[in-house]
C-alpha cells in the first residue's frame, strides 16, 4: 500500500505519522502515529540542514526506509516565513526521494478540520496566527517566543499571572489564589520570591507547565486570574485582526493546541473576542491531531499551495 508522511513539529513534541495515500474510510485502521519530544532530535537552532537530517533518521527508524521515499509533509514550529518553509523543504528534500512540502505547524489546524483559506491560531507552549496570501505567502501574527510575546500560550499565561499577582502585591494586597497556587508552584513565600524564582526557571515549557494553575486559580474565584485569562482570549483575537489588516480575508479561524483545547475559559475568552472584533469571523476549535493536517496536505501533493511552497 502507498503511503503518506506527516510531522507537526511543535516546541515541546514531534508527532510522526504514516498513513496510506488514500483515505477510502479504512485508513485510520492503517494509521501508525509516533509521538517523541522535540528536544530529542531538533537543537534550539535554526539549522535547516541539521533539522532536516535529523528528521530523517527519525522517520527511517521509526517507520523504516521506505518513508524517505513516501510524500512528506511537515507543520514546523520555528518556520515563520516562505523562505524559512522552503530552506526547511530543500534540506529535506535533499534527503529523501519522497515530495516535501513543509508549512508553519499553526497552518496543519485548518487542514486537519478540512476547511481551505482560514486563519490557523495555534495556542500550546507558544501562540501564534498564520494564513497564506493571494500569493501563497506565508503570512504570520504573533509567535515572538515566550519572552517577548506567545500570549494565550501555556508560558504566556503563566508569565501575565506572576505579572498580575506581583502588580497585585506592590498595592499591598495579600496573595489571592492565583497568588497562593504560583507561589506554591515556584516554592516561594514572598514577591521577591516568586520574581526570582520564575525569573531562574525561564523556559518556556517549564513556565507552561504551571498553566493549569492560573485556570485552576480562576475556577477559585481569583479575579486576578479570570483577567489575566481574559485579556489572553482578547490578544489572541488581536493577532488575527492583524492578519486581516495585511490582507487575509478569511471567514474562519481554526484554533489548535493544548491550552485552547483543554481550556474552555480560554477557548470562551478567545470566542467572545473574535465575536466583538471580528463578527464575520466563524471559530471552530481543533478535535483532533494537527498531525492529520500534515496528511492532508502530503495527500495534496498537486495543489498550487504545494508548488507555492516548495518551489
Known amino acids: 500500500m502507498t503511503r503518506v508522511v506527516g510531522v507537526d513539529i511543535g516546541g515541546t513534541k514531534t508527532h510522526l505519522a504514516l498513513a496510506p495515500t488514500e483515505d477510502d474510510g479504512r485508513a485510520s485502521a492503517e494509521l501508525r502515529e509516533v509521538v517523541v519530544p522535540t528536544s530529542s532530535w531538533r537543537d534550539d537552532s535554526t539549522d535547516a540542514v541539521a533539522s532536516a537530517a535529523a528528521l530523517r533518521d527519525v522517520l527511517v527508524h521509526r517507520f523504516g526506509p521506505d518513508a524517505a521515499a513516501a510524500p512528506i509533509a511537515v507543520g514546523a514550529h520555528g518556520c515563520d516565513s516562505t523562505a524559512q518553509c522552503r530552506e526547511l523543504a530543500g534540506a529535506l528534500q535533499a534527503r529523501v526521494s519522497g515530495r516535501v512540502v513543509v508549512v508553519n505547524d499553526a497552518e496543519l489546524m485548518p487542514l486537519a478540520m478540512g476547511v481551505d483559506g482560514a486563519i490557523g491560531v495555534a ?176 495527500r495534496r501533493t498537486s495543489q498550487p499551495l504545494i508548488a507555492d511552497v516548495t518551489s
Open 123 to 298: 495556542v500550546g507552549t507558544g501562540s501564534i496566527a498564520a494564513a497564506r496570501g493571494e500569493a501563497g505567502e506565508l503570512i504570520i501574527a504573533g509567535g515572538w517566543g515566550w519572552l517577548l510575546g506567545d500570549e494565550g500560550s501555556s508560558a504566556g499565561v503563566v508569565r501575565e499571572g506572576t505579572r498580575a499577582v506581583l502588580a497585585d502585591l506592590d498595592h499591598g494586597r495579600a496573595p489571592d489564589p492565583l497568588g497562593r497556587r504560583l507561589m506554591a508552584a515556584f516554592a516561594a513565600h514572598d514577591g521577591a520570591e516568586l520574581a526570582l524564582a520564575v525569573s531562574r526557571a525561564a523556559s518556556a515549557e517549564v513556565w507552561g507547565r504551571h498553566a493549569t494553575g492560573v485556570f485552576a486559580a480562576a475556577d477559585d474565584g481569583s479575579t486576578l486570574a479570570v483577567r489575566v485569562i481574559r485579556e489572553a482570549g482578547e490578544q489572541l483575537a488581536v493577532l488575527v485582526g492583524r492578519l486581516r489588516q495585511r490582507g487575509i480575508r478569511a471567514g474562519t479561524v481554526v484554533a489548535g493546541g493544548t491550552v485552547i483545547e483543554r481550556q474552555p475559559r480560554l477557548r470562551d475568552a478567545f470566542s467572545a473576542a473574535l465575536a466583538r472584533d471580528h463578527p464575520s469571523i466563524a471559530l471552530h476549535v481543533l478535535d483532533r491531531p494537527p498531525v492529520m493536517g500534515a496528511i492532508a496536505l502530503a
